[in-house]
């Protein structure tokens, strides 16, 4: 795995801690406060940073900070807004590496049967071991959004290099139409000029003096289209 997955996955595990314990300490009171921070944080840093991992990062970061301290402020296991893990699943699987939305389930199996106490029945179980089964159909999604990522940055590449190849053609043409506009009209007013006012041997050695500057001209002209 490379680096980049390997901080991923110890940042969103450290604030899924975090959150659970900021949600049984004295300091669950603020928590309007720490969202609302969180929030004006976000809006900040996405002025300024909103292309980069580090603000993907802390998007989900704050997504998982937010859900997760609420599901365990509200009941925990019974909290009324559990549903509102397997959005996170989803989302860290757009968010982030695929992979990690995996590591988030089996963090959030091992704090709440941590958590649970000697009366905690079979069925209680059956919310918790379900999020490993929704976190693969995350990866899946995930997995689609790279590929579509990857097709876009495709098309845009050629896209760009159909951009270069029309560029190049418009070059061509104004060559060409540069070469017959000056050269060739220049030469053959000049030979035209020498044939109405034709007088003799001498006018015939510049005629065909000129009509060897032209063929070689127009060879000259011929080598150039061939290369580009």
Excluded: C
């Amino acid at each position: 795995m490379s680096l980049t997955l390997w901080y991923e996955i110890a940042g969103t595990v450290i604030t899924v801690v975090a959150a659970a314990l900021f949600a049984v300490s004295p300091l669950a009171k603020y928590d309007l406060q720490v969202i609302a921070a969180l929030f004006i944080t976000f809006i900040f840093l996405r002025k300024k940073l909103r292309e980069t991992l580090f603000f993907t990062m802390f998007e989900a970061m704050m997504f998982i900070f937010i859900i997760v301290s609420m599901v365990f402020s509200t009941g925990g296991l019974h909290s009324s807004f559990f549903f509102l893990l397997y959005f996170l699943m989803f989302a860290l699987a757009l968010l982030l590496d695929s992979i990690t939305s995996l590591v988030v389930a089996v963090t959030l199996i091992v704090i709440f049967l941590g958590a649970a106490d000697y009366s905690f029945a079979l069925k209680d179980a059956l919310p918790i071991f379900s999020l490993p089964f929704i976190a693969p159909f995350a990866k899946y999604l995930g997995d689609l959004r790279k590929k579509y990522a990857n097709q876009q940055e495709k098309i845009k590449e050629l896209a760009r290099a159909r951009e270069k190849v029309v560029a190049r053609e418009e070059g061509e043409r104004a060559e060409t139409l540069l070469f017959l506009t000056t050269m060739l009209h220049r030469h053959f007013d000049d030979i035209s000029e020498r044939l109405t006012n034709f007088q003799g041997d001498h006018d015939l050695s510049y005629l065909k003096a000129k009509m060897r500057e032209l063929e070689q001209l127009i060879a000259k002209f011929k080598d150039y289209v061939e290369r580009v």
